[in-house]
């Protein structure tokens, strides 16, 4: 169903063999794509090197404006790309505060990070797009959830750039006239539920929300990464052609069952 065989796409944010990206770049290595990559630090680019040999890997720090602008320079030796997977995100939770107590030092470094990033490197891409890219961003199921603390609503904030980002590349194929832009790049996000993740072990009191989580799905049993890396690889792909500007919720049902029976049971005893 997927023909991705010699698609191009970039991928960001691979840090171990639990993370999305990683899950994901493999599936879609498995179907013949070619993959590129950027990483934060010497040791995930030796990581990377091994589990994806011969494949082009960029140091890039997304929080460095120098580094961001290094990598502008190095990226336009790359073929051009038929799809973006932004999968970024930090938040400093080392010294856990009430949500009204966040610092603008953390709140800024996790918004250049976590959000902004995604518009910065949909700029410097611009006209390294194929035609009918694809960009998508992983977000989370619900950005009000407290463990998530002021990584919440920035994660509300990079689901809003989607659409922000997505009128803006078709006004500008239309206003302009730009080649290499033809008003068909996407660009979607991934709101997955809580994920057995090595970044999710630095949220405080995840395991906790983690098996409450669990209850609340329809199924009672919690996300797998690959589920996760199964519908960004749909969204990559021109089988999801029809839609952009769009998050796709993908928390096993979790979102419609709050008032689980059971649950609510428990609580009430």
């Given amino acids: 169903m997927f023909d991705l065989k010699n698609k191009h796409f970039f991928i960001t944010g691979i840090s171990n063999k639990k993370s999305v990206a990683y899950v994901t770049a493999k599936q879609l290595q498995s179907l ?6 950027s ?6 680019k030796n990581f990377v090197e091994k589990e994806f040999p011969n494949e082009k890997i960029f140091l890039l720090d997304v929080g460095s404006s120098t580094s961001i602008e290094n990598f502008s320079k190095e990226m ?22 009430p949500f009204h107590e966040t610092s603008w030092e953390n709140f800024q470094e996790a918004t250049r ?21 694809s960009v998508v961003t992983v977000s989370i199921s619900n950005t009000r959830a407290t463990a998530y603390g002021y990584l919440g609503p920035i994660k509300a904030m990079l689901n809003s750039l989607v659409d922000y980002l997505a009128k803006s590349f078709s006004l500008m194929n239309v206003k302009s006239g730009e080649s290499g832009l033809s008003g068909e790049i996407r660009f979607n996000a991934v709101a997955a539920g809580p994920l057995k993740t090595s970044a ?9 929300h ?3 989580s669990e209850a609340l799905t329809l199924r009672k049993k919690n996300l797998d990464t690959q589920e996760v890396a199964n519908a960004i690889t749909f ?35």
Avoid: W
């Avoid at 990483?39 to 995930?44: A, G, H, K, S, Y």
């Avoid at 336009?76 to 505060?97: E, M, R, S």
């Fill in 76 to 97: 336009v030796t790359l073929p051009k790309i038929d799809g973006l997977l932004h999968c970024l995100a930090y938040a400093n939770f080392q010294n856990p505060v």
């Fill in 113 to 133: 990070i976590s959000a902004f990033s995604l518009v910065e490197l949909s700029r410097i891409f611009k006209n390294h797009f194929n035609a009918s890219a």
């Fill in 32 to 37: 013949g794509s070619l993959l590129s990559f």
């Fill in 210 to 212: 983690y098996l409450y």
């Fill in 200 to 208: 999710s072990a630095g949220i405080p009191n995840y395991i906790e």
């Fill in 235 to 269: 969204l990559l792909s021109s089988m999801s052609s029809g839609i952009n500007a769009q998050v796709i919720t993908v928390d096993a049902g979790m979102g419609a069952n709050y008032f689980d029976e059971n649950v609510v049971k428990k609580f009430s005893k």
């Fill in 39 to 44: 990483v934060q630090n010497e040791t995930q």
